[in-house]
T-cell receptor, first 119, second 114 residues
C-alpha cells in the first residue's frame, strides 16, 4: 500500500521568505510519480509540479522546485520568495495504479499543509 | 482550456434524501474520479471509472454509488444522505497512459446534510 505523509498541518511564513513544505512517501513500486497541488480558499485544486521516480534532476516550475531525495523517500516542495497569494492548502500526492492492465492511475494524497504568508 | 465542471458548488440536503452530484469533463479523458475532502484527512478516493459503464470502488465507497453512462459524465449518488457525509466533494479526470499526467479537478461541491 502506498502512503503519503505531510507532517506540517500549518505554517506561518513571512512574505518574501523561502518556504519548504515537507512530504515523505512510502511505496514498493520502482516506478512512481509525485505531484504537488495548491488549493486556495476558493477550493479549486491547482497542479504545481511533478517529479518522476527516474528523473535525474529535481523538477522546477517558476518559483516552485521539488527537493527530491529518493533514498530518504522525500519530495519536499520549495517556494522561493513567498508572496501573499501563496497562502493556501498544499497537498503532496503520489500516483498509484488503481486497476490492473493500466486501466487507471489515480493519486493518493497526503493530509495537506495550510500555509499562511504574513506581510 | 481544459475543464471539469461540477454541477453544484453548494448544496444543503436533509438526512435520508437522495443526492446527485454531477461532473462533466470536456477533455475526452478515459479516467474519472470522485474524492471526498475533510479537514485534517486530505483527499480520499470514493470511486473511480476507467471507461464508460466501468466503475471501481476506491478507499471509502460505503454509502455512495456512481454512474458513468457517457464518457464525459461521472455522477456520484448518495442513496440516503447522512450527516457524516457532510463534506467537500471533488471530481477529477485524467488521460489513460501518460505517467506524468496530472489530475484535472473541478471546483468542488460542498455538501451539507442536516
Amino acid at each position: 500500500a502506498q502512503k503519503i505523509t505531510q507532517t506540517q498541518p500549518g505554517m506561518f511564513v513571512q512574505e518574501k521568505e523561502a518556504v519548504t513544505l515537507d512530504c515523505t512517501y512510502d511505496t514498493s513500486d520502482p516506478s512512481y510519480g509525485l505531484f504537488w497541488y495548491k488549493q486556495p480558499s476558493s477550493g479549486e485544486m491547482i497542479f504545481l509540479i511533478y517529479q518522476g521516480s527516474y528523473d535525474q534532476q529535481n523538477a522546477t516550475e517558476g518559483r516552485y522546485s521539488l527537493n527530491f531525495q529518493k533514498a530518504r523517500k522525500s519530495a519536499n516542495l520549495v517556494i522561493s520568495a513567498s508572496q501573499l497569494g501563496d497562502s493556501a492548502m498544499y497537498f503532496c500526492a503520489m500516483r498509484e495504479t488503481l486497476a490492473a492492465g493500466g486501466g487507471a492511475d489515480g493519486l493518493t494524497f497526503g493530509k495537506g499543509t495550510h500555509l499562511i504568508i504574513q506581510p | 482550456d481544459v475543464k471539469v465542471t461540477q454541477s453544484s458548488r453548494y448544496l444543503v440536503k436533509r438526512t435520508g434524501e437522495k443526492v446527485f452530484l454531477e461532473c462533466v469533463q470536456d477533455m475526452d479523458h478515459e479516467n474519472m474520479f470522485w474524492y471526498r475532502q475533510d479537514p485534517g484527512l486530505g483527499l480520499r478516493l470514493i470511486y473511480f471509472s476507467y471507461d464508460v459503464k466501468m466503475k471501481e470502488k476506491g478507499d471509502i465507497p460505503e454509502g455512495y454509488s456512481v454512474s458513468r453512462e457517457k464518457k464525459e459524465r461521472f455522477s456520484l449518488i448518495l442513496e440516503s444522505a447522512s450527516t457524516n457525509q457532510t463534506s467537500m466533494y471533488l471530481c477529477a479526470s485524467r488521460n489513460r497512459g501518460p505517467l506524468t499526467g496530472e489530475l484535472f479537478f473541478g471546483e468542488g461541491s460542498r455538501l451539507t446534510v442536516l
